[in-house]
């Protein structure tokens, strides 16, 4: 818009119409001095995301996702001047009304109240909530409970149902052979010079040495685990097999995997696993807290991505970038699902470990 050309009176109602849409729809005009927002990928709209996040106050602003048909970033902001910030380093701003630190409190709460086994969180920074999943277990009391907590965090807050049970994707079959379990090779990394993968840490606890086949000979032994609270595990080769940096996509060719990041919700995804191949999804949220029937995980990676049991510590991937190790979820690849991550950035640091 050409304000210069602009009569004060149509000038003066273009202000005040703008004011109205914002105080209505909680969007930002689009018709402003600053350019546009700057078509990125998703690996570079979730680097813009996180410097961002680091260098605003969480009370101005709420989060980011990718807008993956505009290729653009989308930055949840709470007043005009962070939002000519954002606009500043080429993202789009979008006015809400809760702040990172009001989700983070709601989050608190729902810690401390709510943590209910069959429940899930996470905060959706498109619908600037934390949304609240309930799988089929939970019922009666525990329900009225959740419900209870979720009506005290009014509009900071949504509650779902799902029809199926949030449990940890472990079985016993093919893949990477426990002592009576199966899992999925998550990436293969490296430790002080040493060949290591990392797999899901419910896998590890459940065994101490694995087998490429079903009885075959160990080809490496669980060196660290941590679950619950965290879902990895860190496993030492002993035999002399191939461990490229690469994830199998089950079509007789694989991925090279050439870097470690964090995932950015709204970015495509890909995940590997020994049960049911390859799947696709997109990241709905991030810091995502699950409560299995045997304990409490937070930090992990929401999706649409569906999972069977089998496809536990499997990878998470965007082209040639690891983003997670498959922990669990609700659902299967028939009817669709939701499955969580541990994020591998969280494992790699934990381990002291890197990619090949």
């Known amino acids: ?16 119409a703008a004011t109205v849409l914002t105080a209505t729809a909680l969007t930002l005009p689009s018709a402003h001095a600053s350019p546009g927002p700057a078509t990125l990928s998703a690996g570079s709209a979730g680097r813009l995301a996180r410097d961002l996040t680091a260098s605003l106050p969480a009370a101005d602003t709420a989060g980011a996702y990718y807008d993956a048909a505009a290729r653009t970033l989308v930055v949840g902001v709470l007043d005009r001047a962070t939002a000519a910030k954002v606009r500043a380093a080429g993202a789009e701003a979008r006015l809400v009304r809760h702040s990172a630190t009001e989700l983070a409190a709601a989050r608190s709460t729902l810690k ?12 959706d920074p498109r619908r600037n909530k934390v949304v609240v999943t309930a799988d089929s277990t ?5 329900l009225a409970r959740l419900e209870k907590v979720v009506a005290g965090l009014g509009d900071r807050a949504a509650l779902r149902r799902t029809s199926g049970t949030f449990r940890p994707y472990l079985m016993g079959g093919d893949a990477i052979w426990g ?30 040495q694995w087998s490429a086949t079903q009885g075959g000979p160990v080809i490496g032994v669980t060196e660290q685990s941590s679950f619950p609270g965290h879902d990895y595990a860190l496993v030492r080769y002993t035999a002399s097999v191939a461990h490229p940096s690469a994830v199998n996509l089950y079509n007789g060719g694989s991925q090279q995997i050439t870097r470690a990041a964090e995932a950015t919700v709204g970015e495509p995804v890909r995940r590997s696993g020994s049960t049911t191949g390859v799947s696709g999804g997109e990241v709905t949220g991030l810091d995502a807290t699950v409560n299995y029937e045997e304990g409490q995980v937070d930090g992990l990676i929401d999706t649409t991505v569906c999972a069977e049991p089998g496809d536990s510590g499997g990878a ?9 190790l498959t922990s669990g979820g609700s659902g299967d690849c028939s009817s669709g699902g939701e499955t969580f991550f541990q994020p591998v950035t969280d494992a790699l640091r934990a381990f002291g470990a890197q990619l090949p």
């Open 1 to 16: 818009m050409n304000r210069s050309r602009t009569p004060a009176r149509r000038a003066a109602l273009a202000a005040a």
């Open 112 to 123: 401390e109240r709510a943590a209910i086994p069959g429940t899930a969180w996470s905060v």
């Open 138 to 142: 939970v019922g009666g009391a525990r």
């Open 179 to 208: 002592s009576g379990v199966r899992c999925s090779l998550g990436f293969n990394i490296t430790k002080g010079g040493k060949p290591y993968f990392l797999t899901a840490g419910h896998c590890g606890n459940a065994s101490a």
């Open 316 to 324: 998470l991937f965007d082209g040639g970038t690891a983003l997670g």
